[in-house]
């Protein structure tokens, strides 16, 4: 299943993808120059969660917020949510 979108361009903007179009450009059509936009959009988004995932790994870290794995998931979820419930006292 596909959906269509149509988008109005600045004469600028129809200049430049003109120019990413056809035989002198990277793409045979402006639909695959959008959707190749649209998936290196998704990738960077995907890519900003998980460098701020990492980055709040390290800030706990710094702030003394770890404890020792005890090697199983639920087991070590259960120990965070005490952890957190507490304070990390």
Same mark, same amino acid.
């Given at each position: 299943m596909s959906d269509r979108i149509n988008a109005r361009l600045s004469?600028?903007?129809a200049e430049f993808v003109g120019r990413m179009v056809?035989?002198?450009?990277l793409y045979e059509t402006?639909?695959?120059?959008? /959707? #190749? $936009?649209?998936?290196?959009?998704?990738?960077?988004?995907? @890519?900003? +969660?998980?460098?701020?995932?990492?980055?709040?790994?390290? /800030? #706990? $870290?710094?702030?003394?917020?770890?404890f020792a794995?005890? @090697?199983? +998931?639920?087991t070590d979820m259960a120990a965070l949510?005490?952890?957190e419930a507490d304070g990390w006292q």
């Open positions: 004469q600028p903007l056809g035989e002198a450009g402006p639909s695959e120059y959008v /959707r #190749d $936009l649209i998936r290196r959009d998704m990738e960077r988004r995907d @890519g900003q +969660f998980v460098q701020d995932a990492i980055l709040a790994g390290y /800030r #706990d $870290l710094a702030a003394g917020r770890v794995s005890s @090697g199983d +998931f639920k949510e005490r952890k």
